[in-house]
């Protein structure tokens, strides 16, 4: 894989969530997708109003990433 292609993960069903830009509040748009440690992706997002950069890592499928531990230790059903 080349470095200037982007990375794709594959189709998503869901949508992705669109951060507010922290020094401008817009909307930011995503740039690209990069893979990431195993079960995750980096995502780039850009500004267009300021030209600011940010940089989310998001797991690619949280039942099988290190969130499955948080998800069995800290949710519990209501009693």
Known sequence: MSDSQPYS?????????????????????????????????????ECNRCVHVMTVTVATDPMKSDTLGWLAGELKPPE
């Not at 993960?9 to 509040?25: A, D, F, V, Y």
């Not at 990069?34 to 995750?40: E, F, H, K, L, R």
């Open 9 to 45: 993960p594959g189709p998503s069903l869901l949508p992705i969530e669109r951060p507010r830009c922290s020094k401008c509040s817009t909307r930011m748009k995503l740039s690209r997708i990069m893979p990431g440690p195993a079960g995750y992706v980096f995502r780039n997002f």
